[in-house]
């Protein structure tokens, strides 16, 4: 019996990766609103917009890689690549970010999505045809 192809799914989490990261590269506010980082009509700081750009591109690029890929190991890698910058983020944004509620929400959408990612690896493998194919 031949397995069906899940890839699809972290194949979407990449594309979301993916436009999430462009979205915060092109409106740095996207992101630093939610995080307290930009009160509501400032304008994002040089510093704070470059902050937000190399995160923007590091999601751009793990996300591509996970859109695009070939299934199996190489698929599993940027996985995991994903996985670690949201381990990173749960850890620096959920200890560094200076108000104790965006602290808290950080960490639960990098653990989240993280998680999410995560469980994706198991959808990452091309599926195999014929009861001899392993």
Known sequence: MARRDLTWIPRLLGAATAAYGAAITARPDLLLRPVKLLADGERAEPGHKALTMAIGG?????????????????????????????VADLTVLGSQLPDRDAREKATMVAAGWGAICALSVLAADRPKHGPLRR
Do not use: F, N, Q
């Not at 751009?60 to 910058?85: F, H, W």
């Open 58 to 86: 590091r999601d751009v690029v793990s996300g591509l890689a996970m859109l695009l890929v070939p299934a199996g190991t190489p698929l599993k890698a940027a996985i995991a690549v994903r996985v670690g910058a949201d």
